[in-house]
């Protein structure tokens, strides 16, 4: 057993030290493949674990649970060192010539969320769904409350909230309040529609999260509407939004106000499904969340739920616009860098 601990041991010593020479992202993500890929060192040294005694493979596994989050901890933190490292090489190179003749004015554009925004209305319009609006500052009960989750219920830890200081009232968590407003403007109509807008997370600013991005949830509310119904729409968005062929899965999931509820992955675009620091080096990236509308979400928008069913979803924008435009960084789109806006 101490042999076993101590190679575990030595192989962090190794990978960090091999960390420390990797310059670029590519060499960071050969190192992923070398130490903590599925056939890396640290899988390796692990082979013989099953021959150990039960009283020895608790040990084993927790010294080798250890070293991983240890590397996983020190890869993150090298990625975002080069990553800074090379954004100061780029301003450094940028020098100014003051004899060179002034340089024209670019026109501006469309913002790339905007431009993806209006990409994604279009696409569900032409499915024959409208645009509602719903507001951005949102009530607890219309938050949470009508949406399945009451006063207490955990699912409410899903969501990092900003509150006001008015009792009661927040900045929307997602677009899923829409749905009510929605369904209680049209009942006892059939609903076909799609709530585009912000919405605000108190959490960390990552490569893949911001406290600010934009959601699209649609609602589709009517008699004898199924499973399948919302499976072909998600088949159709993916189509036009990410082209012909594109691989999709559908893997379960939990969310409130849906029942049964699914993710839908689309395979990474940046690296064609090989991983990288984006996908979380599975070769998937979620693309939006989805499932069958709850009853209890349906009686308290004012439908019967034993004569009508339906189904949402949610999406960000943000998301499919990197997949689109190849972008590896959900914190570009808001730093107002011209560079970037210029580029895509």
């Not at 101590?6 to 960390?19: F, G, I, P, Y």
């Not at 992202?25 to 493949?33: D, G, I, Q, V, Y």
């Not at 450094?92 to 501006?108: C, F, H, I, K, M």
């Not at 899965?249 to 939990?254: A, E, I, Q, T």
Request: charge should be negative; charged fraction near 20%.
């Amino acid at each position: 057993m101490s042999e076993l601990v101590k190679k575990l041991e030595a192989l962090q010593v190794e990978a960090e030290a091999m960390l420390t020479k990797a310059q670029s992202s590519a060499e960071t993500e050969a190192w992923f493949r070398d130490y903590l890929g599925r056939k890396g060192a640290l899988t390796n040294a692990l082979q013989g674990i099953g021959s150990l005694s039960a009283e020895e493979r608790p040990l084993i596994g927790k010294v080798a649970n250890q070293v991983k989050v240890a590397l996983t901890t020190a890869l993150e933190a090298r990625q975002q060192e080069i990553a800074n490292a090379e954004m100061e090489a780029a301003l450094s190179a940028e020098g100014v010539d003051v004899t060179l003749p002034g340089r024209p004015q670019n026109v501006g554009k469309i913002h790339p969320s905007n431009a993806a925004l209006r990409q994604i209305n279009n696409i569900f319009m032409q499915m024959g769904f409208q645009v509602y609006d719903a507001p951005e500052v949102e009530t607890d009960e219309y938050n949470f409350g009508l949406l399945n989750m009451p006063d207490g219920h955990p699912a409410r830890d899903m969501w990092d909230t900003f509150y006001t200081t008015t009792p009661g009232v927040l900045l929307r968590t997602h677009t899923s309040p829409g749905q009510i407003h929605a369904m209680r403007e049209y009942c006892p109509q059939p609903i076909r529609v799609i709530l585009p807008g912000k919405c605000f997370r108190y959490e960390d600013v990552t490569a893949r999260s911001e406290m600010m991005f934009h959601q699209v949830e649609g609602l589709v509310v009517g008699k004898n509407i199924t499973f399948s119904d919302l499976k072909g729409t998600v088949v159709a968005f993916a189509n036009q939004m990410f082209g012909e062929g594109r691989k999709l899965r559908f893997r379960k999931s939990y969310f409130p106000f849906t029942e049964p509820s699914v993710e839908v992955d689309v395979d990474c675009v940046l690296c064609e499904g090989k991983g990288c620091r984006v996908c979380k080096y599975t070769g998937w990236l979620e693309i939006m969340g989805a499932g069958m509308v709850n009853p209890t979400v349906l009686h308290n928008g004012g439908y019967d739920p034993a004569v009508y069913s339906g189904y949402a979803f949610g999406m960000g924008v943000e998301r499919s616009a990197m997949l689109k435009l190849g972008v590896d960084d959900i914190r570009y789109f808001f730093s107002n860098d011209i560079r970037f806006l210029e580029r895509v």
